[in-house]
């Protein structure tokens, strides 16, 4: 719609003719004015959220990802097998068994009383008649006991000896770690790969310990690693072999359509990361992000991060990093004539608390400064600087409820400070691109939480529901950097990037998953099924969101369902051929791919009567990506 008006702005009192054509465009549910003259009172409350620093910000999101390491492996030895018959030979009257070598672990629920009362149970339930091989029997039980309860290495036997009085007399052997040996290792030394086994060596090998160890060494960068337990030095040590494998580099390329028709509906990434660069396990990350169709965005990052004080405390990392967005406004809006550029730099402390296969648990504190620039035909239009303290804790969790599920969540406290580092005062000039509804610029002060929860759960063989739920709550005005979008693939996936940021806001979503329906066992390559390399989905998604003192509506609700394809297909050998002709043409061929290639479809249609801004139905999401 354009139309020509006489406009009256009434700023700070007095009244400013501004006798021009002028441009009214309604994009995103929003009115945007424009003026071929200078524009003196434009601001951003009017802009849609995909022209804001922070809804193109939004288009550069990825969704939550949590440290993930190639899975070590721990061989552990099994308990000697015994003969098949136990009840034949001679049998002793035992009146008492004494048993050697038992320590209290108290978190274990390991001690001599209770040992003692499972051996005195196993001779009254025989009445005190045992054959030597039911002595081992007895042994077995007390070395059940303890590898139940995760010590893994330990050995309870019948040693050699003369029974006096019905005196019998067994020994635990609790398997101690006796040394790591470091295999293969080229550019990380074996100090910092053994580091994390410091505390165990000369204890009991504790499955959980050891497997958290492991878990830290894998979690160095490039690392993977593979352990195995070989008899030690010493009579009841055990040592571990620690065999590694080193990557220098990771990639990723990925190209999507994820961006907005404002500033790129499609998007190409390259992620490149060097890992143990300075030999401490330390990890240089660098990218670089194009927008297309229109190409009017480009974002490119690099950070930095380090394991510190490892000799004392493991999994401590610190940190820090810097981005820069600089984008145009197209579309319906190109000759208003928007540009902008956004900068952030950060420093960050990251504790891993809890590192298991079934359960992680890790805090992260950051200090951001924002700094978010909009023009208007080449002139200044607003300005926001923003100091950020931020606390995050993540956590996931496997657990065996209805069959079996996994957990993923996060808790976000933010703070913005006011008066930090030049932070954006209510009265700066050319002032925040957030407004009230009295025009008066924002400062930089707020307060925010934010979390995000989601949940798989098995259902039946093949299929799965995954069950999202997020959000962000703030009694203050934000600016758009600190805003919730909703809409686009991590959102309500019937709209577009950004179509709306919120203050506070709340999203849901239900996913049911299906393993390649009706031809899941069928091999597909590489000796995996389809089932394991292709999924399907159904899913609703559900987004309200408040925007307060807004010009336009104050609340939004959005819902759309769909359907979603998922393709994974791992490192594996490609093979294929041509022939045709009978026998005059013959071609195979066959190659190698070392990477990890990944594929994601989103198809989805709008659950009301709220059409999307970019008038497309159904929205259509694509994103391929390949890892090496």
């Known amino acids: ?141 007390i070395t059940g006991l303890y590898r139940q309860s995760g010590l893994i290495l330990a050995q309870a036997f019948v040693p050699e000896q003369d029974v006096v009085e019905g005196l019998v007399v067994l020994r635990v052997m609790p398997g101690n770690l006796g040394a790591v040996l470091v295999e293969d290792n080229k550019r990380y030394s074996s100090a910092r790969l053994t580091g994390p086994f410091k505390e165990l060596i000369g204890g009991a090998v504790d499955a959980t310990a050891v497997e958290t160890a492991l878990l830290r060494v894998a979690d160095m960068p490039g690392m993977s690693a593979f352990g195995v337990f070989q008899p030690g030095s010493e009579l009841g040590e055990a040592d571990l072999a620690l065999k590694v494998t080193e ?41 670089f992000q194009q927008s297309y169709r229109p190409k009017l965005a480009e974002f490119g990052y690099l950070t930095y991060q380090a394991p510190v004080f490892s000799g004392w405390v493991q999994g401590l990392t610190a940190g820090g990093g810097f981005s820069r967005n600089e984008f145009e406004v197209g579309g319906e809006l190109k000759d208003v004539g928007i540009e902008g550029v956004t900068e952030v730099a950060n420093l960050f402390l990251e504790k891993s608390w809890i590192r298991t296969r079934n359960a992680n648990l890790l805090t992260r504190f950051d200090f951001s400064r924002k700094q978010s620039k909009v023009f208007v035909s080449g002139n200044d239009f607003s300005q926001d600087v923003l100091s950020v303290a931020s606390l995050e804790t993540r956590f996931d969790r496997i657990d065996t409820i209805l069959g079996g599920g996994i957990n993923q969540g996060l808790v976000n406290l933010s703070h913005g400070f006011g008066n930090v580092l030049a ?192 008038r497309e139905e159904p929205q259509v999401y694509v994103n391929t990506t390949y890892s090496y």
């Open 1 to 141: 719609m354009r139309i020509k008006i006489l406009l009256f702005l009434d700023i700070e009192d007095s009244v400013i003719q501004l006798f021009s054509s002028v441009g009214c465009a309604v994009v995103g549910g929003a009115v945007l004015i424009s003026l071929t003259a200078t524009s003196l009172a434009l601001h951003a409350a009017t802009l849609p959220g995909a022209a804001t620093p922070g809804g193109v910000q939004k288009t550069l999101q990825r969704p939550t990802e949590y440290p993930v390491s190639d899975l070590p492996t721990i061989q552990v030895p099994k308990v000697v097998d015994r003969p098949l018959d136990t009840n034949s030979g001679p049998k002793i009257e035992v009146k008492q068994f004494v048993v050697e070598g038992v320590e209290d672990v108290v978190h274990k629920n390991i001690s001599n009383a209770v040992v003692n009362d499972l051996v005195e149970a196993e001779r009254l339930k025989r009445e005190g008649q045992f054959t030597f091989g039911q002595l081992q029997l007895v042994a077995d039980q």
């Open 423 to 614: 932070s954006t005062q209510a009265d700066d000039l050319p002032g925040s691109g957030r407004r009230n509804l009295a025009g008066e610029s924002l400062g930089s002060g707020f307060n925010k939480v934010a979390f995000d929860y989601s949940r798989l759960q098995n259902l039946v063989p093949g299929h799965s529901l995954i069950m999202r739920i997020a959000g962000q709550f703030s009694d203050d005005l934000l600016p758009s950097l600190e805003q919730m979008s909703i809409g686009g693939p991590f959102s309500v996936r019937a709209y577009p990037q950004s179509e709306f940021l919120v203050d506070k806001g709340v999203f849901a979503s239900l996913e049911w998953v299906l393993n390649a329906p009706g031809f899941a066992n069928a091999i597909a390559f590489e000796n995996r099924t389809w089932g394991e390399v292709l999924q399907v989905s159904l899913f609703v998604d559900h987004g309200t969101g408040w925007i307060d003192e807004s010009v336009i509506e104050d609340q939004v609700e959005l819902s759309g369902a769909g359907m979603g394809l998922q393709m994974y297909v791992p490192a594996s050998l490609v093979s294929g051929g041509v022939n045709y002709l009978g026998s005059l043409f013959n071609q195979e061929w066959a190659f190698y791919l070392p990477g990890e290639f990944s594929f994601r479809l989103d198809v989805a249609t709008p659950l009301g009567s709220r059409d999307a801004s970019n």
């Open 247 to 287: 990557k220098l580099i990771d990639a990723n390329v990925s190209f999507n359509n994820y961006g907005t028709e404002l500033t790129g509906q499609y998007q190409s990434l390259l992620d490149v990361m060097v890992n143990n660069p300075l030999g401490i396990g330390d990890r240089l990350q660098v990218g």
